[in-house]
């Protein structure tokens, strides 16, 4: 009888929460697609889902939450972020530590990372490396309540080759983690193995995956640029991911690593910085999303400027990158390639986020095509576009509320005032 009752109360209470109605309102709306935004902001939510979008009558008895001052927009989309870590000012003590923390230590550190990226508006992210399978976990624990913070899409372990940018084994001597890493540890050789580490990492979980085509500024030793996966390895990998339904990112500064990514049918381009017009026109004709992740780099150099504790290959790496990316994305742009919105989070400190909008319209990027680019371009890229990125009827009630006019200040995203995600209200003022 105790166990019929409570099973009882269950089904009533989330059958409550199903037919709930709420109605949030605000002087502007953003929906996330458009040109322009609206006058006033009116959102009807139902349980999780969005009922309709702009002037509409409150429904009987439903809860009404009326934000002044405010521009309502679909929650923000991340398209790369790392979530199991976080720098410090000591980049060669952050590796250490990596190194030296067990995965449940690094997951209980990460939780306070996963709560502060939800309430700066960002609800729903694509992890792009993680060790341990962490962000699988995160993903699962998040999903069912166990703890706050984003919806992940998660790529597990990024893919590299020997001595590459993902392979961590760099530059400590033969032998000190054990045998020589192999395609289960996310590095391999040869297209074989490319498809061997897809579906590995597919099988423990990856909801997409991802490729390091080049070197990159933060790996232990001089390489930036350079192609470090062939084109047969590449054209594997690509081909094995979509085969098995996913999409597949390229970390890639470097124009010949990312050109073998773009002509493999890659989905997307991370960073870019030294791309040249070739590699550009590529993206064009095939429709490659690029994703500049501007505060990455902006955030390394800026942390040296202060003083920060680096690898001298690091520091002449960064400024490199720095001084190329911001060139490589304004003619992007220019051509009309499309822009992601990704910023590379756990390289600079997490819930900074919305800086990128910043960067990106400092450098010749509309506030609305921003925007768009952290609503409908990112949740199409994700191949979520049916559930999140835009504030539609029939969509889930991820929905964000700014102070300010964005439109006017690009930089009212970094004043979140109001965050729902799947319906659940975690922040309700500034």
Same mark, same amino acid.
């Given at each position: 009888?105790?166990? /019929?009752? &409570? ?12 037919? #709930? ?13 458009? !040109? ?39 929650? /923000?989309?991340?398209? @790369? ?16 530590? #990596? ?9 209980? !550190? ?54 590459? @940018?993902?392979? /961590? ?53 001089? !390489? ?33 690593? &990312?050109? #073998? ?9 991370? @960073? ?79 819930? #900074? ?44 009630? !991820? ?32």
């Amino acid at each position: 009888m105790i166990r /019929f009752v &409570a099973f009882f109360l269950l089904i009533v209470a989330l059958g409550s929460a199903q037919d #709930r109605v709420t109605v949030i309102r605000a002087p502007r709306l953003y929906d996330g697609k458009s !040109d322009k935004i609206v006058e006033p902001g009116v959102v009807v939510v139902k349980g999780n889902k969005i009922v309709s979008v702009g002037e509409a009558g409150v429904p009987a008895g439903a809860t009404v939450i009326q934000l002044e001052n405010a521009t309502l927009l679909p929650g /923000f989309l991340d398209a @790369h972020v790392h979530l199991a870590q976080q720098p410090s000012m000591n980049g060669i003590a952050d590796r250490l530590d #990596r190194m030296s923390k067990s995965p449940a230590e690094t997951a209980l !550190d990460a939780t306070v990372y996963l709560k502060r990226t939800l309430e700066a508006g960002f609800t729903t992210v694509r992890s792009l490396g993680a060790n341990d399978f962490l962000d699988v976990a995160f993903r699962n624990s998040i999903n069912n309540g166990s703890i706050v913070g984003p919806r992940i899409l998660a790529a597990t372990k990024a893919l590299g080759t020997t001595g590459g @940018h993902c392979d /961590f084994t760099n530059s400590v001597k033969p032998g000190l983690f054990g045998p020589e890493i192999s395609w289960q540890q996310g590095i391999f050789n040869g297209p074989i193995e490319a498809r061997a580490a897809v579906r590995y990492m597919i099988k423990y979980g990856a909801d997409l995956i991802k490729v390091c085509a080049t070197g990159g500024v933060l790996s232990a030793n001089n !390489d930036v640029d350079s192609p470090q996966v062939t084109q047969e390895e590449m054209n594997a990998l690509v081909d094995e991911t979509h085969a098995k339904g996913k999409k597949a990112a390229a970390h890639a500064h470097g124009a010949e690593g &990312a050109k #073998r990514a773009i002509r493999a049918g890659i989905d997307s381009i991370e @960073h870019g910085s030294f791309m040249d017009d070739e590699a550009l026109t590529l993206m064009k004709q095939k429709g490659t999303v690029y994703v500049p992740t501007l505060i990455a780099g902006h955030s390394v150099v800026e942390r040296i400027d202060k003083g920060a504790v680096m690898d001298p290959r690091t520091v002449v790496k960064a400024r490199a990158a720095v001084n190329r990316v911001y060139e490589t994305f304004r003619s992007a742009a220019n051509r009309g390639i499309t822009i992601g919105f990704g910023t590379d989070a756990g390289v600079f400190e997490h819930g #900074r986020n919305a800086e990128e909008f910043v960067l990106l319209v400092k450098n010749g990027l509309k506030p609305i095509d921003a925007l768009r680019a952290a609503g409908s371009v990112d949740a199409q890229l994700f191949g979520v576009a049916d559930k999140v990125g835009t504030l539609e009827a029939g969509k889930l009630a !991820d929905i964000i509320a700014v102070v300010g006019d964005p439109i006017a200040d690009i930089a009212a995203t970094q004043k979140v005032m109001f965050v729902m995600k799947d319906g659940v209200v975690y922040r309700n003022g500034r």
